[in-house]
């Protein structure tokens, strides 16, 4: 599988889970906790691709606005694995302050895959070409898969 393909994949799982998680109720209390055990699977090892495989490769293709998106890319990870996704982690699920935070979790998480989705991968489309995108693509694959195998041994 090509790199993109790979990637709007892995964003439609995780938006798939994020909308199951905001639409469950206080009382969902064990469908929470399993929700955001695979959310923060998957988002882990989609982050993690593609911070060491794909962005640097779209980094080193581009120029000036690339580096810039790559910058802000990388804080938007930030901001929802490190903040927002440990904070939310460390909530009780049983509560209406879960179901705000997952909302906030879920906007930030929509917000970041609509612009790679409309502005970085349809550049890297121009600035990679087709073998340059499949090689990644086998590349994040192999170490997707590694790190879920980690992920769920941990
Ligand atoms: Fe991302
Ligand atoms: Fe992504």
Request: proline letters at 2%; a negative charge.
């Amino acid at each position: 599988m090509d790199a993109i393909s790979l990637l709007k994949e892995d964003h439609k799982l995780v938006k798939a889970l994020l909308e199951d998680l905001t639409g469950s109720s206080t009382r969902a209390v064990k469908k929470r906790t399993d929700l955001l055990q695979q959310i923060h699977m998957n988002l882990a090892a989609h982050t993690t691709i593609e911070e060491e495989i794909f962005y640097p490769a779209f980094r080193e293709a581009g120029k000036k606005e690339e580096e810039k998106m790559y910058f802000e890319a990388l804080e938007e990870h930030r901001a929802a694995e490190d903040l927002v996704l440990p904070d939310l982690m460390k909530t009780d699920p049983g509560t209406e302050q879960f179901s705000g935070r997952a909302k906030v979790l879920k906007e930030l998480i929509e917000h970041h895959i609509e612009e790679e989705e409309t502005e970085m991968f349809k550049d890297a489309k121009k600035l990679l070409d087709k073998a340059q995108l499949q090689e990644l693509g086998e590349r994040m694959q192999a170490r997707k898969l590694q790190l879920l195998k980690q992920l769920k041994a941990a």
